[in-house]
């Protein structure tokens, strides 16, 4: 098993499941009886071709250190693995996102390959939920997500789509194999690479050194808040779509990115719901950025550097009580900080990159989440989903929401999707450090319309 | 914090969930409309004077032992331990037991009070189940069942019924404080004690010895089996309920007490379930059965001696493929372990007790569970209910399931509950060592039908 395999499985505890999760939401094909659930979870359940990653489980599951490998089952608990789940009257999104929470605050069992699909019947409009999650020591979140991806067709009309579980992989690893865009890998190379730093090659820190020298680059510092305490294990997840047209409109009239309009929207939330709270901090707070190691490559005009991801930590500028000026000054963080990104190599750009995530290496040391100032304040990822209509056997895919993972340090996470014309926005917090998070829905709304009322 | 409650804290793992748990079924009142399970949750949630014990939740979630003690939260939060839950259709008692086997193998929040209640709709006849879980820290099985039924009236018509949570104890501590019947007690108390044993006072030792010297007495030593062995961490549950009648009147013509034909239905429907798998030992199976204390008292003709309880070790005579045979060598064996208890005191039996469990403490031991035999094949509790029909709010309880608790080296075990009419079993397995574990149900019943055939 590879360290960083190891390493997610290590760091679990209780109150730190490392599983990542999606929701997905189908509208049942046309004339679908009320018969549709069972029949999905025939086709769910009727494969006798597992791909390994789905089989795959720690051989040892109370093991240290010393004795983690992988071992394959080769017969699968179906009735286990994938369920059958109802959420309450009235039925409505609420309900759903209740009961998301409490699937994925619970831990993977070990015994077992590490993953679980929940088919959930009872939504009001007759849409099916799939929830899934999947262990963090077998696939990161963007590669689930294409997983899942490979599972739908474009063609309302086709009948003979795979569950993601049966689609054969073309190499023995999914983690950004193929090596496209792979943000959450930055988190999962950042937390392993972190957890070995001590291990690092006297060239590496002769990389990083020569990086401080030459430029104006700090480590990353950002105020305390109350969401970057130790957490708990009680989840709570929100989610919502907003269509990508209007984000873009803001973004052309502006003159900044897409990404950067989301993240004045994250600034603009976590503004409100902080002042909610009463514990605005006065410095700025920053989010870490996961960013592809591709887009620099391109923009240098190098060949592909493969799938190595970076991260780079920019501020939200939530000091600022203006929209605007908020994305004015994301805008001018986001682009220094790609212009540093641009002039590293990806060999560089990971070693910086570990760096600015080393600290979260520490978090399990007693205390050092209590008493130090977080690497950053929060973690905003954007992860690429299909860009026109898809369908699973025609259930149209409504909703496609991913729910990452929080740790101690970082009690909220902003995972975010897109999804044909939808951005799909996946809001995992720990329950008791992160109250009444389902408001932080509200305030990303508000803040997009401030936004517009400029930008529109 | 006591001893034997933070032995129960450091005891448990992910493998290991250390709670104990109810499912309780309710026929809503006459003319209570599709509301009424809001109504039910409003009550649930509609009180803020919470018992201390609901409250309570270790000050250091992830202390080790030097540092475990308790403090009392002044708020709890309602939607969080009080949820709303559903069953997929067609809304069998299968879909119940699939999803009362889920939130049972899930660990509880060690952030907060060491409870959950599950309201669940959804069954297709309209009752409403209550899955409760508490911790094993908290309290013993008998005395969660204990306050359950102080939560309920004999009078149908009584709408003030509280929930157990509002329920303010008489007694600082609720396992056992009263002094009646406590069978589960004998299980913590032993797994308690046994923890301790290197640490028992010389005269501990001497009051055993004397025993093993007057009587004919050995330690417990019961073939291995497929249910001996170490479990992982999903589990099945199954649970069904007989006619009190049906078991009374074998009991009545063969000279046998209640008791007696339990273990010799749990013997036949083991035989039975071991044969399918032909996995059934030579020897006979032996259960372990919690006994009070008190029985010992009256039989001697002695003042009471309180709340403490004792185990005994019984013959299951699984090796008989008669089940006349079986119930006859099942009574004698009864009988002779309750003679030799009758001939002991109660520091006495005490002593003898928490050396027969002893080897339950030894389990976290690696490889203790593969290489040694276990003490006893199976734990076989009988739990005293309300004898009369009861209700809350006007809800008739309809069925009151324990579910308990497997370790490992006991990967199956019976609860059983007694209900106004009837018996109410709950059988709770490691859903990997236990395969097709609602076997047993349909074996239980073959097993009463045919002591019935000579009998009944």
Chains 1, 2 share one sequence.
């Not at 051989?59 to 017969?75: E, I, K």
């Not at 070693?351 to 989440?369: E, H, K, R």
């Not at 740790?407 to 009444?436: E, M, W």
Request: proline letters at 8%; one cysteine or more.
């Amino acid at each position: 098993m590879p360290l960083t395999d190891s390493m997610f499985l290590l760091a679990e505890s209780r109150e730190h499941p490392m599983h990542v999760g999606g929701l997905q939401l189908f509208v049942p094909p046309e004339g679908s009886g009320p018969d549709y659930v069972h029949e999905l979870l025939n086709v769910f359940r009727a494969t006798d071709n597992i791909a390994p990653n789905f089989r795959k489980r720690p051989a040892d599951p109370v093991g240290s250190l010393g004795n983690v490998w992988w071992t394959y089952d080769d017969t699968i608990d179906f009735d286990y693995h994938i369920r059958h789940s109802a959420i309450p009257k009235p039925g409505r999104i609420r309900e759903l996102l209740q009961l998301t929470s409490r699937l994925h605050g619970s831990l993977l069992d070990r015994h077992r390959p590490l993953w679980e699909a929940h088919v959930v019947e009872g939504l009001e409009d007759g849409r099916i939920a799939v929830y899934t999650k999947i262990h963090h020591a077998l696939i990161d979140g963007v590669s689930a997500l294409r997983l899942m991806q490979k599972a739908l067709s474009e063609d309302p009309a086709a009948r003979d789509c795979l569950p993601p579980w049966s689609i054969q992989p073309g190499k023995p690893r999914e983690s950004g194999a193929d090596g496209g865009f792979n943000p959450m890998g930055a988190l999962r190379a950042g937390l392993g690479v972190a957890g070995d730093i001590a291990g690092l090659a006297p060239a590496s820190f002769k990389i990083v050194n020569q990086i401080f020298r030459d430029g104006d680059i700090t480590l990353p510092r950002a105020p305390k808040t109350i969401l970057n305490g130790p957490v708990g294990g009680a989840r709570r997840f929100a989610a919502q779509s907003w269509e990508i047209s209007r984000i873009q409109r803001v973004a052309r009239s502006s003159g900044t990115t897409l990404n950067d309009v989301v993240l004045a929207m994250v600034s603009g939330a976590l503004r409100n719901y902080l002042l909610e709270h009463h514990a605005l901090p006065d410095e700025p707070m920053t989010a870490m950025v996961p960013v592809s190691l591709a887009l620099r490559d391109e923009s240098a005009g190098k060949e592909g550097g493969g799938n190595a991801t970076g991260v780079m930590v920019v501020s939200l500028a939530t000091n600022r009580d203006n929209g605007g000026t908020r994305l004015e000054e994301i805008a001018y963080s986001s682009r220094q900080a790609k212009k540093m990104l641009s002039g590293l190599s990806p060999r560089q750009i990971l070693a910086l990159s570990a760096l600015q995530v080393a600290p979260m290496a520490m978090t399990p040391m007693p205390g050092f989440v209590k008493h130090t100032h977080p690497p950053f304040n929060v973690i905003v990822s954007n992860i690429p989903g299909p860009r026109k209509p898809t369908y699973f056997n025609g259930a149209k895919l409504d909703g496609l929401y991913p729910v990452s993972i929080v740790t101690d340090g970082q009690a909220v996470n902003f995972t975010l999707a897109s999804r044909d014309k939808y951005l799909d926005v996946g809001i995992i917090g720990c329950r008791t450090n992160v109250p009444h998070l389902q408001r932080l829905l509200t305030h990303l709304e508000t803040a997009l319309a401030e936004l517009e009322q400029s930008w529109g």
